[in-house]
């Protein structure tokens, strides 16, 4: 079931989505060689408490930690360790999200370690602009099917591929609601967007081929030819003006 939230719903999904932005942008401005993804970890996991919100993602279906920090290779879902420092010229996945007073946000974005090469650059910057071209779309008249499409489209003339195995979702009272929202698609297709609907939209782009597998510890996807990925997310409203993007400061 697909939910509409009304605009006292929404308010309270402004307020959550703030906070998911604010510590991102903190966790973005600690990147740098050197650091652990245990130190991103902690300082999430700490600016929860003082914020006074959930962490979305600790505990759920096991995930130990309140952060994921994928590096690299790594597409998504990357478990913090104390023994992964960061590198100069290594690019950083940090996917956050919390609940506040029983409602969800969700973000993401790829930050850079120090100098990365040109190539790396090019991958962050087009994933990024991915995300906005599939935002554009967030209309009432479109469907669903046509922000994976635009995004699809976008990705491709670079010669990057989507990842099919993980896609953007609904949100509200649930970290994960329908519609499932594929980074991928034909136009014109899927269920029709309405006004009220929040989607969390997440391109993740890899670099070479678009599959990707899931390593022994049951959670870090990583592309499986080893090249590069990036990953952004915003969780976006539907709104009679269009598109609302939830989770600014
Ligand atoms: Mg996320
Ligand atoms: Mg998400």
Redesign the pocket.
């Known amino acids: 079931m697909i939910t509409l939230k009304s605009e006292r719903e929404l308010n309270l999904m402004r307020k959550s989505c703030r906070v998911v932005a604010q510590i991102l942008e903190e966790l973005a401005g600690l990147v740098k060689p050197g650091i652990t993804t245990a130190d991103l970890d902690r300082h999430a996991e700490l600016r929860c408490q003082e914020m006074g919100v959930v962490p979305a993602f600790k505990g759920y279906h096991g995930f130990p930690a309140t952060l994921c920090v994928s590096i690299n290779e790594e597409v998504v879902h990357g478990i913090p360790s104390p023994h992964r420092r960061l590198k100069e010229g290594d690019i950083i996945g940090l ?1 956050f ?1 919390v609940t506040l007073e029983g409602w969800y946000g ?1 973000s ?1 974005r790829t930050v850079t370690v120090g100098k990365v090469n040109p190539a790396a650059q090019k991958l962050i910057d087009v994933t990024r602009e991915s995300l906005i071209r599939g935002i554009e779309q967030c209309h009432e008249g479109n469907r669903v099917f046509d922000i994976g499409f635009a995004v699809q489209n976008y990705v491709e003339a670079f010669g990057y591929s989507v990842v099919r195995e993980f896609v ?2 609904g ?1 509200g009272r649930a ?2 609601e329908e519609p499932q929202v594929p980074n991928y698609g034909p136009k014109g297709k899927g269920i029709p967007l309405k006004v009220g609907m929040v989607l ?1 939209i ?1 391109p993740m782009v890899n670099a070479g081929s678009h599959e990707v597998k899931v390593l022994g510890d049951g959670w870090t996807a990583v592309t499986l030819d080893r090249s590069l990925s990036a990953h952004f ?1 915003h969780t976006v409203a539907i709104t009679p003006s269009g598109p609302e993007i939830l989770t600014v400061t």
Do not use: Q, R, T
Request: glycine share 16%.
């Open positions: 996917d999200g969700d993401a953007g979702h949100i970290l994960h969390a997440e997310e």
